[in-house]
């Protein structure tokens, strides 16, 4: 009876410390070894994300962008550029950029972090004014030519409207209705060129002429935008 007792007593010392063994096994090698695997799989595989955003316009002639890098990594390179033309970044929060833009076009925001791991996020702005006003349709009755304008953004500005005759002659409208964007301009030379801006300056010169008139006696409009004295240079 003593002898089985003793014999009892040793399995359960071995089993006991077979347990301790594991534990410590587990607590000082297995689980340090996972964490810290753990921590350098997401140091070399952690990609920053970013949230990028248009804002609107109130002049249709600029508007601000502003993105937002979420990365619990510092930043290693930063790129932002608008038809691939770089942008002046102001940085307004953690993380947190904006920039004022002045052209329509495609936004490409690039991040990368310090490990190499980078996204890239793009976005189109397509809320400013770049285009001119256009002649929707005509009608020369009367030595009156009428014109039917329209801008379909920043509106027109009927304070721009004038024509240069064929003499050179400035001619301001005979009248402008503002309910129907309709101009009417006397056509009393062989040739009138029309000039008509909308708010964000951005002009059209429409070309009429009865030389060209066809067989109904309809005079042949040459819509254009005006070219920017500027850019011509």
């Known amino acids: 009876m003593s002898q089985y007792t003793y014999s009892n007593s040793r399995v359960k010392q071995h089993t006991r410390s077979s347990r301790s063994d594991f534990s410590s096994l587990l607590l000082f090698y297995i689980l340090p070894f996972i964490v810290v695997n753990g921590i350098?799989?997401?140091?070399?595989?952690?990609?920053?994300?970013?949230?990028?955003?248009?804002?609107?316009?109130n002049d249709y002639q600029t508007t601000v962008i502003s993105f937002q890098i979420q990365s619990h990594l510092p930043t290693k390179n930063l790129s932002v550029t608008l038809n691939s033309e770089?942008?002046?970044?102001?940085?307004?929060?953690?993380?947190?950029?904006?920039?004022?833009?002045?052209?329509?076009?495609?936004?490409?925001?690039?991040?990368?972090?310090?490990?190499g791991m980078a996204t890239t996020a793009y976005e189109h702005v397509n809320v400013l004014d770049e285009d001119p006003?256009?002649?929707?349709?005509?009608?020369?009755?009367?030595?009156?030519?009428t014109l039917n304008l329209s801008d379909s953004q920043s509106g027109i500005d009927y304070t721009s409207i004038h024509a240069i005759n064929a003499q050179g002659?400035?001619?301001?409208?005979?009248?402008?209705n503002k309910a129907t964007a309709t101009v009417t301009f006397p056509m009393d030379s062989d040739d009138l060129t029309v000039f008509a801006k909308d708010l964000s300056a951005n002009e059209v010169q429409a070309a009429f002429s009865t030389h060209t008139a066809d067989a109904s006696g309809t005079v042949i409009l040459d819509q254009t935008p005006a070219k920017d004295p500027a850019s011509a240079q």
């Open 40 to 57: 350098l799989f997401f140091l070399v595989t952690a990609k920053p994300q970013c949230k990028l955003t248009v804002g609107e316009t």
């Open 133 to 145: 006003p256009s002649v929707l349709d005509y009608l020369m009755e009367d030595d009156i030519l």
């Open 86 to 115: 770089p942008l002046e970044l102001t940085r307004s929060g953690k993380n947190t950029y904006t920039a004022t833009v002045s052209h329509n076009g495609i936004l490409d925001v690039y991040v990368e972090n310090f490990n």
């Open 169 to 176: 002659m400035n001619i301001p409208p005979l009248s402008v």
